[in-house]
């Protein structure tokens, strides 16, 4: 694709990336085939290469409207069009920067920015986000349906095992994730420890950053990563007191397609760019640990138990981590059931179910009938936002894939 930068970002690191994102596309739409929004709505705007054509012409000088800014608001960002495109236009990337520039020309709505300003304070601070989660379940009988329900269940608490192991492994607690499902990381703790890995959790929980950065908010974002590298550092570059660890594990896919992005992201911050490229370089999904480890002993009576996956579209999109989860499942004796049209998104998004809630609702109910249309006993899935979104209206349990593998 051919394009004119305009001065004002000609000369700016990120319009030079996009830029070069923009050249790279051949207007071909294969990308429109895997759209979910597009597919909803037929609108060319609502497609990757109607978006890209918008971002084309704001980078161009030309004037950029709200018209342009809620385009760009419904993209799911869920990059299943980066999939099936033959160029491999770099989208995700090239609609985080638009929606940073938009968001700089086209003020919004005084009710809207607080909305977004507070999910963005709220959910990646874990006290704040307890105190809520705490005081919304004390009240739920006198709250609105659809308030009733979007509040979690709470978790009957795991017996979480300490014992120490040579192989040793960060996990990352994460913000909502740590308040809401601890048993994510207790399970994986107890699962890993069967398989003679030790995991270490550093605390006090931490945001990674990635609410920020997908709400436009980039240097918020950025304050977010510089912090998590630099808890996580020490055990990065271990002295001779301890032995360093061998890999972060991360247990929401959300947030591992994040972190494994976290060399690019910072890598111009001078003090920043090398320790973030090894933070991705370390970072593994919590599936990429476990599938080569022998899984015998967690087969049980696992066959008699139906399973349908959903795997989040920031495992099998973003990370491109396709049927390894499904595998240790299956080598774990669970059956797992057909799931049509498995590459579309839930409609969680991050906070896309808040903000954007009619198309993710759409988006869930289809998704639901293509899970439950095989009356699995349940679901399964691989990150906490798709977890609470699917939970929401389902008729089955819906769990963490690795609180199957501890028997939970």
């Known amino acids: 694709m051919q394009t004119r930068l305009s001065e004002e970002f000609k000369h700016t690191a990120a319009g030079q990336e996009a830029d070069d994102i923009l050249r790279s596309c051949v207007h071909c739409g294969f990308c429109t085939a895997t759209c979910p929004t597009y597919q909803l709505l037929g609108d060319e705007l609502d497609s990757p290469r109607g978006r890209i054509y918008l971002i084309k012409q704001l980078l161009e000088g030309n004037p950029v409207t709200e018209t342009t800014q809620i385009h760009l608001d419904r993209c799911l960002t869920c990059r299943a069009c980066e999939t099936t495109c033959p160029s491999g236009v770099r989208y995700g990337r090239l609609v985080d920067i638009g929606r940073e520039i938009v968001e700089e020309k086209v003020p919004r709505k005084p009710s809207d920015k607080l909305k977004r300003y507070f999910l963005r304070k709220l959910i ?11 005081t919304g379940r004390l009240f739920k009988p006198f709250l609105p349906e659809k308030l009733q329900q979007k509040m979690p269940a709470v978790q009957s608490p795991l017996q979480r095992v300490n014992n120490k192991h040579s192989r040793r492994m960060l996990v990352l607690s994460g913000c909502a994730q740590s308040v809401v499902t601890p048993n994510t990381n207790i399970a994986a703790t107890n699962v890993l420890d069967k398989l003679g890995i030790e995991l270490i959790e550093p605390q006090p929980a931490q945001c990674c950053g990635s609410v920020s950065h997908h709400l436009a908010a980039p240097d918020e974002a950025h304050e977010h990563m510089r912090r998590l590298i630099d808890t996580w550092w020490p055990y990065v570059e271990a002295n001779g007191q301890q032995q360093s660890i061998e890999a972060i594990v991360i247990t929401a896919s959300g947030c591992g397609a994040t972190i494994k992005d976290y060399g690019d992201i910072l890598k111009h911050d001078s003090t920043y760019a090398e320790k973030a490229k090894r933070i991705s370089e370390l970072a593994k999904d919590l599936c990429e640990v476990i599938v080569n480890e022998p899984l015998e002993q967690f087969t049980k009576n696992n066959g008699e138990i139906k ?25 774990s004796g669970f059956q797992l059931t057909t799931v049509t049209d498995s590459h579309l998104c839930c409609g969680s998004a991050g906070t896309y179910s808040i903000l954007q809630p009619d198309l993710s609702q759409q988006l869930l109910n289809n998704k639901l009938d293509a899970l439950q249309n095989n009356e699995p006993d349940v679901i399964a899935t691989a990150n906490i936002g798709c977890q609470l979104h699917m939970a929401t209206k389902a008729n089955k349990p819906v769990k963490h894939w690795i609180e199957l593998l501890a028997g939970c």
């Not at 990646?124 to 705490?134: L, R, S």
């Not at 399973?307 to 080598?331: D, M, R, W, Y």
């Open 307 to 331: 399973v349908a996956f959903h795997s989040p579209c920031t495992l099998q999109h973003a990370q491109q981590i396709n049927g390894v989860v499904e595998k240790i499942l299956e080598k």
């Open 124 to 134: 990646q601070n874990p006290g704040y986000f307890k105190f809520v989660v705490t």
